[in-house]
């Protein structure tokens, strides 16, 4: 498997766009989860699904954010209208259901995302 | 509500020192818990992780950490640190039913 995938890895944009982030999971992960990274807030948990459905979404900073996750296998984080506080790395990540041996969160290359 | 400290943002230490980062967390019951590191433009990679049994736990990267119930401890250690250590750590825990949730990070910078 190579791992989660996001896309873009840059992203520039001008406040007042609409930005859309996007991920893969790895296969059979049944948990996804979006992290946003600042310098003066660190790693901060978004929200995260669990077989598709969203479970918490308490992390969310407000209604401009949105994320779905339409199957097992792609989801969004969704930014609109951007501004320019929300100049952060957005990370997905993902893992096993369950607790084992096996459990880890693996974790995306980043989106870096600038709103000018 | 669980909850995992860093309590040091930020660590400097000469190459060729020993190195150890404090984490400390708060649940119930003993969660599993796990060490990550971030590099500069990268995304985090899995150092070690504890579930239960013996509780010295080793990692890659010559890293190991110790589990100590009494403290709710989870301190990562090395004994010789490398000038490519130098990054961001993150200790994390998740228990059944939770989500993972991560401390604030600990910035380790290396002196040559």
């Known amino acids: 498997d190579a791992g989660v995938i996001q896309s873009p890895r840059h992203e520039v944009t001008e406040m007042g766009q609409e930005v859309t982030l996007r991920c893969k999971p790895i296969s059979g992960h049944d948990y996804l989860f979006w992290y946003r990274q600042t310098m003066m807030r660190g790693l901060e948990l978004l929200i995260y699904f669990n077989n598709n459905v969203p479970i918490d979404d308490s992390g969310m900073p407000e209604d401009r954010f949105s994320a779905k996750m339409p199957n097992a296998s792609f989801s969004t984080l969704k930014i609109q209208p951007s501004e320019p506080r929300d100049s952060a790395v957005y990370f997905c990540a993902s893992s096993q259901t369950g607790l084992g041996p096996n459990t880890e969160a693996f974790f995306g290359q980043g989106t870096r995302l600038t709103v000018v | 509500a669980q909850s995992v400290t860093q309590p040091d943002i930020h660590i400097t230490v000469s190459e060729g020192a020993s190195l150890e980062l404090r984490c400390n967390y708060s649940y119930g019951a003993t969660p599993y818990l796990f060490w990550y590191v971030q590099s500069p433009g990268q995304g985090l990679q899995l150092l070690l992780k504890?579930?239960?049994?013996?509780?010295l736990v080793q990692g890659i990267k010559g890293f190991e950490a110790e589990f100590k119930r009494s403290q709710s401890s989870f301190n990562l250690r090395k004994p010789s640190v490398h000038w490519s250590d130098a990054a961001e750590y993150f200790c994390a825990v998740v228990a059944y039913g939770q989500n993972f949730v991560f401390g604030p990070g600990t910035r380790l910078s290396v002196l040559p």
């Open positions: 504890y579930f239960s049994g013996d509780t």
